[in-house]
């Protein structure tokens, strides 16, 4: 069965600290696709990044960096310089998949609460 | 703002009622998922609609049924409803035939409090 850990229940680090939230994740599929969701306390669901499992470079969007490694199952998430802003909780899901069409039904992990003291 | 409305934002009903929540997608997206968040399971998958027909099902109850219009907006309904139904329930959208590559939009939910 398809499933994603994220074993950081919360994490609490002083602004302009670097933090990495840590994703791992379980699937018998050769295609797929990893996300990055971030809950802010307002608790809306904003969408950060979509990865497919054929593309191992890591990407790098302002203070946002994620790093896809196949071989260890993970997608991490870095935040350099963090920010008070930056406090939220952050999902790391997986794209299900039927047969060889993904239904695109999301499975996520249970997520990360980021505190970032000023 | 994702451009995913949600209605109504908040709900405060009491048990054994029936509730509708409404979503409309982003314009051109021809898919609708459910999902539930409640602070004993998660983030949990409900349905999916592409095109006003069904296409995916999670662990949705029996008491929880949903439809997706001809003008795409959806609607979940839940009834018979019970103190443990409360919860965030999101909707969200994505636009493709290829529904898995996708990015899903989530709307702002709605927050259901069943008394």
């Known amino acids: 069965a398809q499933k994603v850990t994220q074993a950081q229940t919360e994490i609490s680090v002083v602004e302009k600290e670097d933090v990495t939230l840590d994703c791992v994740y379980e699937t018998r599929d050769t295609t797929y696709y990893l996300f990055w969701y971030k809950q802010p306390p307002s608790g809306e669901l904003v969408f950060l990044i979509r990865?497919?499992?054929?593309?191992?470079q890591n990407e790098i969007s302002g203070r946002y960096s994620w790093n896809f490694q196949k071989s260890t199952s993970s997608f991490n998430f870095t935040i350099t310089a963090s920010q008070v802003v930056d406090s939220a909780v952050y999902f790391c899901?997986?794209?299900?998949?039927?047969?060889?069409?993904?239904?695109?039904?999301?499975?996520f992990g249970q997520g990360t609460t980021l505190q970032v003291k000023p | 703002d994702s451009g995913v409305t949600q209605t109504p934002k908040h709900l405060i009903t009491a048990t054994g009622q029936r509730v509708t929540l409404r979503c409309s997608p982003r314009?051109?997206?021809?898919?609708v998922y459910w999902y539930q968040q409640s602070l004993d399971q998660g983030l949990q998958f409900l349905i999916q609609y592409y095109n006003g027909e069904e296409r995916a099902k999670g662990n949705i109850l029996e008491r929880f049924s949903a439809q997706q219009f001809p003008d795409l907006h959806s609607e979940l309904n839940l009834s018979s409803l019970e103190l443990g139904d409360s919860a965030l329930y999101f909707c969200?959208?994505?636009?493709?035939?290829?529904?898995?590559?996708?990015?899903?939009?989530f709307g702002p939910g709605t927050r259901l409090t069943v008394l």
């Open positions: 969200a959208s994505s636009g493709g035939r290829l529904a898995g590559i996708d990015e899903q939009f």
């Open positions: 990865r497919n499992s054929f593309d191992e």
């Open positions: 314009s051109g997206d021809l898919s």
């Open positions: 899901a997986l794209s299900d998949t039927l047969g060889s069409s993904n239904t695109g039904k999301l499975i």
